[in-house]
T-cell receptor
Framework: DGGITQSPKYLFRKEGQNVTLSCEQN?????MYWYRQDPGQGLRLIYY???????QKGDIAEGYSVSREKKESFPLTVTSAQKNPTAFYLC????????????FGQGTRLTVV | RKEVEQDPGPFNVPEGATVAFNCTYS??????FFWYRQDCRKEPKLLMS???SGNEDGRFTAQLNRASQYISLLIRDSKLSDSATYLC???????????????FGQGTILTVHP
């Protein structure tokens, strides 16, 4: 089945550590996105990528980094510079052109302990 | 001003009620529009796309007004199972060499009670 997979589902991190969240899609989508969601809040865009080897900062990129070395993969690293990383992280993908919907992974819940 | 703004809610309505959500967007180059539904602690899922001519899917009707940069979602005959957060989404992909992005509103919580 085609889809988008995030791992792990739950992640615990100690303060001061970097951690990488995985996002893989087999939908052959050009565009991929990372969002952060805090309790009772909407989705805020962290980074997005329209093509391999290129990505753009979203609204809250500070403390995060990404790479897009392969079309199907868009990992997100939460660095120690991110002051309040505990949140629900959602990865999405879509076609690049046309009126396209986004498909989401099931999300990763990151907790800093 | 936020790129996409929704009614703050929350909306608490009885079963059978009609409820409407509104959303405004600031980028006039926005190309496509969607409503997503998100259940508690789950990922958002597409409810319906929004077309200029308006579109209907059962009890749900979506409308787009490009001149006013406004979209709406109407739910008729509300069911208990409609309780969720409804997210307005705007795709500013202008095609060509322009990079687009999907921007979400903050969401409106709907609770339908017996």
């Amino acid at each position: 089945d085609g889809g988008i997979t995030q791992s792990p589902k739950y992640l615990f991190r100690k303060e001061g550590q970097n951690v990488t969240l995985s996002c893989e899609q087999n939908l052959n989508h050009d565009a991929m996105y990372w969002y952060r969601q805090d309790p009772g809040q909407g989705l805020r865009l962290i980074y997005y990528s329209q093509i391999v080897n290129d990505f753009q900062k979203g609204d809250i990129a500070e403390g995060y980094s990404v790479s897009r070395e392969k079309k199907e993969s868009f990992p997100l690293t939460v660095t120690s510079a991110q002051k309040n990383p505990t949140a629900f992280y959602l990865c999405a993908s879509s076609e690049y052109r046309g009126p396209t919907e986004a498909f989401f992974g099931q999300g990763t819940r990151l907790t800093v302990v | 001003r936020k790129e996409v703004e929704q009614d703050p809610g929350p909306f608490n309505v009885p079963e059978g009620a009609t409820v409407a959500f509104n959303c405004t967007y600031s980028n006039s180059a926005s190309q496509s529009f969607f409503w997503y539904r998100q259940d508690c602690r789950k990922e958002p899922k597409l409810l319906m796309s929004v077309y200029s001519s308006g579109n209907e899917d059962g009890r749900f009707t979506a409308q787009l007004n490009r001149a006013s940069q406004y979209i709406s979602l109407l739910i008729r005959d509300s069911k208990l199972s409609d309780s969720a957060t409804y997210l307005c989404v705007v795709n500013s992909n202008a095609g060509g060499t322009s990079y687009g992005k999907l921007t979400f509103g903050q969401g409106t919580i709907l609770t339908v009670h017996p």
